[in-house]
């Protein structure tokens, strides 16, 4: 369901999409499995920051190595 009235059918699940994406990765953030969010030594509000700072500069990093990998894989042609 959405409130967006003026979108199409597309736009819609395209933007659902994105949105699940955002869930895991801070899904990923919380558990741990992939540049989690702890362990955290930090006890002020500045060094929590700069932490989360850190987390989220780290997923930025990951999704563009992901994205630059997925390019080059589509253009380099098959060995096999």
């Known amino acids: 369901m959405t409130n967006r009235l003026e979108w199409s059918a597309e736009q819609v699940v395209a933007a659902y999409g994105g949105q699940q994406h955002v869930e895991q990765v801070f899904r990923g953030l919380k558990d741990g ?6 362990p955290m030594y930090h006890w002020t509000d500045s ?10 500069l780290g997923i930025s990093l990951l999704h563009y190595v992901h994205t630059h990998a997925r390019r080059v894989c589509r ?5 096999n």
């Open 47 to 56: 060094k929590i920051r700069v932490h989360a700072f850190y987390c989220m």
């Open 75 to 79: 253009r380099s042609p098959s060995t």
């Open 33 to 38: 499995d992939w540049l989690g969010w702890g």
